[in-house]
Nanobody
């Protein structure tokens, strides 16, 4: 089982990026994104499931980020708009087999390698 994240990079404040995460080896009921800024704990960003209703977002990204997924491609995306310097972090794709959307890091069993997003002011 592997989660391959991509799409990070350097962008100016107010800009946009789209992160991708392709899962291989199995299909997950819930996929999500976390991020970790230098010197900080890894924090929840967003998650989406097949049967768990609407996606869930952290308050600090509501209205700016959109998570989506394609079951046929076994891929999840995170479209990030209106980026701010405080969004600078390594973004990690995560997945869990359970059907309930969850925001806790400990609830996710599988992790990608992370992709760096840097937002300049």
């Amino acid at each position: 089982v592997q989660l391959q994240a991509s799409g990070g990079g350097l962008v100016q404040s107010g800009g946009s990026l789209r992160l991708s995460c392709a899962a291989s080896g199995r299909t997950f009921n819930v996929m999500g994104w976390f991020r970790q800024a230098p010197g900080k704990e890894r924090e929840f960003v967003a998650a989406v499931g097949w049967s768990a209703g609407s996606p869930v977002y952290a308050d600090f990204v509501k209205g700016r980020f959109t998570i989506s997924r394609d079951k046929s491609q076994n891929t999840v995306w995170l479209k990030m708009n209106s980026l701010k310097p405080e969004d600078t972090a390594v973004y990690y794709c995560a997945a869990r087999a359970a059907t309930v959307l969850h925001t806790a890091r400990s609830a996710y069993n599988y992790w990608g390698q992370g992709t760096l997003v840097t937002v300049s002011s």
